[in-house]
């Protein structure tokens, strides 16, 4: 099992960049994948990105590709998610998320952060 504190978000200009971060216990974090989703106001909540355990394969939705990188230090069990080029229908609280396998992470989690509020003004 895993525990995941996510952490950076805030309010931000269109066309600037924040960057989030997700910490995680446990000593086995390279055995999990992991990634980024979000949700906003009045919407199901959406797949953004992922990364494979060993951090060799990365997944974007289209709605972001090209915009924001995923990443991981598996020495400091933590996962970022840069995000630039920002846009007011980015405006979300966004989650990190893991689970063992690459598409479990992407499709169907079963650990989530606390979730963290990203505004992008116009």
């Known amino acids: 099992q895993v525990q995941l504190v996510d952490s950076g978000g805030g309010l931000v200009q269109t066309g600037g960049s924040l960057r989030l971060s997700c910490a995680a216990s446990?000593?086995?974090?390279?055995?999990?994948?992991m990634g980024w989703f979000r949700q906003a106001p009045g919407k199901e909540r959406e797949f953004v990105a992922a990364?494979?355990?060993?951090?060799?394969?990365?997944y974007y939705a289209d709605s972001v590709k090209g915009r924001f990188t995923i990443s991981r230090d598996n020495a400091k069990n933590t996962v970022l998610l840069q995000m630039n080029s920002l846009k007011p229908e980015d405006t979300a609280v966004y989650y990190c998320?893991?689970?063992?396998?690459?598409?479990?992470?992407?499709?169907?989690?079963?650990?989530w952060g606390q979730g963290t509020q990203v505004t992008v003004s116009s």
């Open positions: 998320a893991a689970d063992t396998t690459d598409g479990l992470v992407i499709k169907r989690p079963r650990y």
């Open positions: 446990g000593r086995t974090f390279s055995t999990y994948a």
């Open positions: 990364i494979s355990g060993g951090g060799g394969s990365t």
